[in-house]
């Protein structure tokens, strides 16, 4: 789907903010006035024209005011290019968080993240450090966790960690088939990234080994407990070769607020940013999730 055609399709208004002097590009589409709003961050390399506009159209439909954004390095937004910045991309989201609590049509008490892939991962540390997020849903989520990296093997992490260090500003591609080598190995990211599936202007097919050692020192699986009494929705599929379960349902036994965790039957990660019926499921439960959670921020003026 082309950024025209999501705009379209959403009544979406491209808007630009800026997050630490960077100048950030997102599709907002609003709702109805007082309509609980949330924000979307997605998988790694990921632009907004993809998962996180999928799901921000899916949402839009179920009665949410929704913006997609591009974080920095990716897509439209400005940045280091095919970066992955983990400080950034919280910087971003507080941004692209102020920036709903600010809209006219805004309920600044009716704020919520979801986040699918990485995002997922993402979306739980933003909100265990911003309490103006009032509910957090992730979808097929990459709670990494550094502990856990290293728990079976800790002088190969370490290993893996100078390796890309040593090669820090050198670029890799993000997915490449025939098992050549990429950020994302192997056949299912390229099935998505590599074909039309993920067709998309603004994506491009590259990112820095310093990215992956971002990834493999992003603790998510951490901030589960600083969630303090925010409530977080857990969707995940039982088989899933690039966002550990096993790892899913750690943060949701971590979190210390209302939570739920949802199983799909799903027979790869990637059927849930394109396959039916994983997206319209996942959007389901996800919106009535943010409904139900953000009406209740709305009357208790709770965090």
């Given amino acids: 789907m082309s950024e025209q055609q999501l705009q379209i399709r959403t009544g979406a208004e491209r808007v630009t903010f800026t997050a630490g002097g960077v100048e950030l590009v997102g599709n907002l589409a609003v709702a109805a006035p007082g309509a609980p709003a949330v924000v979307l961050t997605g998988p790694f390399t ?4 993809q998962v996180t506009g999928t799901y921000a159209a899916r949402l839009h439909e179920r009665g949410l005011t929704t ?12 940045g280091r290019r095919a970066h992955e910045d983990s400080q950034g991309k919280l910087a971003d989201l507080r941004a692209a968080v102020s920036l709903l609590a600010a809209h006219p049509a805004v309920d600044a008490t009716r704020v919520g993240i ?3 892939c990485l995002g997922g991962g993402y979306a739980v540390r ?3 450090t911003d309490p103006r997020i009032r509910a957090v849903v992730g979808i097929a989520g990459a709670y990494n966790s550094p502990a856990r990296f290293a728990a079976n093997d800790p002088g190969g992490y370490r290993r893996a960690l100078a390796s890309f260090i040593e090669r820090y500003d050198e670029e890799l591609p993000a997915v490449a088939p025939g098992g050549a ?6 056949d299912e990211p390229f099935a998505y990234y ?6 998309a202007a603004h994506w491009e097919n590259r990112v820095t080994y310093g990215s992956l050692h971002s990834l493999m020192t992003f603790d998510a699986l951490g901030a589960a407990p600083l969630l303090g009494d925010t409530p977080l929705l857990v969707v995940h599929g039982r ?4 966002c550990a379960p096993e790892l899913a349902e750690a943060v949701h036994d971590d979190a210390t607020g209302p939570k739920e965790i949802h199983w799909f039957d799903a027979e790869q990660h990637i059927d849930f940013y394109d396959v039916e019926p994983y997206v319209s499921r996942a ?3 996800a919106a009535a999730f943010l409904h139900r959670h953000l009406a209740a921020a709305e009357l208790t003026g709770t965090a």
């Fill in 126 to 128: 933003a909100a265990a």
């Fill in 181 to 186: 080598t990429a950020a994302m190995g192997g």
């Fill in 194 to 199: 590599g074909t039309e599936r993920s067709a």
């Fill in 46 to 49: 990921g632009v907004k024209e």
């Fill in 114 to 116: 979801a986040g699918i």
């Fill in 283 to 285: 959007a389901d439960a």
């Fill in 239 to 242: 088989i899933d070769a690039y």
């Fill in 67 to 78: 913006l997609a954004l591009d974080h920095r390095g990716f897509g439209e937004s400005g």
